[in-house]
């Protein structure tokens, strides 16, 4: 017995875009700064600020706005990247306001400066510059794929970036800034990490092939042959060429770590990781024997107590203060407010904007505020994972990669596992370059994310597929 039965082509079936859960999580995204915010001028003041509606409004617009840019223009982007990014920026608000209230940073401030200006409304301004790239790039990025034809401009750039703080005056002890009038310091640094991230993307890409060639096998490792160790080489000397002329630790670490991830991830060869971690200790090492302020990071790391009243750079002191902090945060911690983080100095905000978390929130709140940026770099990492062209993978590790560097070397520095690097912690930390590039960072992982989980359309019709014949017995 035979049955015909006709059957037509089935479109593609609609995946859900997960903006609705998006919006759910935005609303506990500005409702917990909000209740952080209280919470401080509560414990300060006994009463709520007068300034904590403005700032609720301030927060909950600008993530609404983000929001409905993302549900127009990247219906099916990663729904946790957008509230993970407004909850960090909205605790750090919380934090970096509760130091400007400090009495003993505001007579400190008006006895080296003749006044006070508190910084919290800065970062408020700057995060809605960075709010507002995170926009340009959603609306003029509509494929990420076209920044692979950028890849040897992007290089161009990025050097240029790296190098241009070298022209102008080293800030305690570093060249990470450069002047401009009007608009006050930029650091190129924060910027260049995503730009260079893009040439590595877009060159790996290419090259990935012949760098996984392997010439010998040694104590268990591929070593790669002599003319592809070029690349790594080069990169290698211009992170140690930056480190020497701008004594930055952090950029160099961040330069030269993100090529390797990158390499590795290109090639999944071991014997990279290893020439890596070999060539990077080798250089520090080095760096670290005849250049004074590397080397006063250095001993500081070391024993901070040892000089702690003899160190003129200020580096064991400041260590050896955020180490008290965190030791009396204990597992709870003080509570918002009541903790004495502002004996650090002019850096509580910046630098050591941590040891406030670990002395009034403890060992808690450092662990949740851990897990939101392991959750970010998580969601960058799966966004890899489900991207379907080679240099969206790339780029959405590289971004992921710079992003996990930089938290690990802020966090280490602060906590004494290595040594401090004078970077800013993304989004909690005072910056305007760091949080509005940290923006623009969320919003090309959020644009990739959506091309690698948007659904693949439907095959256009075909007669021949109009009808088919099933025959059953």
């Not at 770590?257 to 020439?275: D, H, K, N, P, Q």
């Not at 990077?280 to 107590?305: I, Y």
């Amino acid at each position: 017995m035979s049955v015909v039965t006709n059957t037509t082509t089935i479109g593609a079936i609609e995946a859900p875009s997960r903006r609705n859960t998006e919006l759910a999580l935005l609303i506990f995204a500005v409702a917990i700064p909000v209740f952080a915010y209280a919470n401080v001028g509560l414990a300060m003041t006994g009463k709520l600020p007068s300034g904590m509606l403005g700032y609720g409004l301030g927060l909950g617009l600008m993530a609404g706005v983000a929001h409905l840019v993302v549900r127009k223009f990247a219906r099916y982007a990663d729904p946790l990247l957008l509230p993970l990014a407004t909850l960090l920026n909205g605790l750090g608000l919380v934090l970096i306001w509760r130091l400007d209230q400090s009495p003993r940073l505001i007579q400190r401030a008006k006895g080296a400066w003749g006044k006070f200006s508190p910084d919290a409304p800065h970062q408020l301004l700057y995060t809605a510059i960075g709010v507002a790239l995170f926009i340009g790039v959603l609306l003029l990025l509509k494929d990420h794929r076209i920044l692979q034809r950028y890849t040897y401009i992007s290089m161009a750039v990025a050097l240029f970036l790296l190098v241009l703080p070298m022209f102008f005056p080293a800030v305690n002890g570093a060249k990470i800034w450069i002047s401009i009038p009007g608009l006050g310091t930029i650091q190129p640094g924060e910027f260049a990490k995503i730009i260079i991230a893009i040439f590595f993307s877009g060159y790996l890409m290419v090259k990935r092939d012949a760098l996984a060639l392997a010439s010998r096998r040694f104590m268990g490792l591929y070593l790669p042959r002599g003319r592809d160790l070029g690349p790594i080489l080069v990169i290698w000397a211009l992170s140690i060429l930056i480190l020497v002329f701008e004594t930055d630790l952090g950029t160099s670490l961040l330069f030269f770590g993100l090529f390797v991830v990158m390499l590795y991830v290109a090639t999944e060869r071991t014997s990279w990781i290893v020439f890596g971690l070999v060539m990077s200790a080798v250089g520090a090492v080095a760096v670290a024997s005849f250049e004074p302020h590397v080397q006063s990071r250095v001993n500081a790391w070391l024993d901070p107590f040892a000089c702690y009243k003899t160190d003129k750079t200020g580096a064991c002191q400041q260590i050896g203060d955020a180490i008290m902090s965190f030791g009396s945060g204990g597992t709870l911690g003080t509570g918002l407010g009541q903790g004495n983080s502002d004996l650090i100095g002019f850096a509580a905000n910046a630098d050591f904007i941590l040891s406030t978390v670990g002395e009034e929130l403890g060992l808690a709140g450092m662990m949740a505020l851990l897990l939101l940026y392991g959750l970010i770099v998580e969601r960058g990492v799966r966004t890899a994972l489900a991207a379907r062209d080679p240099f969206g993978k790339l780029l959405a590790i590289g971004l992921s990669g710079a992003f996990a560097l930089q938290v690990f070397v802020v966090a280490g520095g602060v906590m004494g596992l290595i040594p401090l690097t004078g970077m800013t912690m993304p989004f909690v930390a005072q910056g305007g370059s760091s949080v509005i590039a940290n923006w623009a960072l969320i919003g090309i992982l959020i644009r990739i994310s959506d091309t690698a989980r948007r659904p693949a359309p439907a095959p256009a019709p075909s007669s021949d597929a109009e009808m088919t014949q099933v025959v059953r017995p």
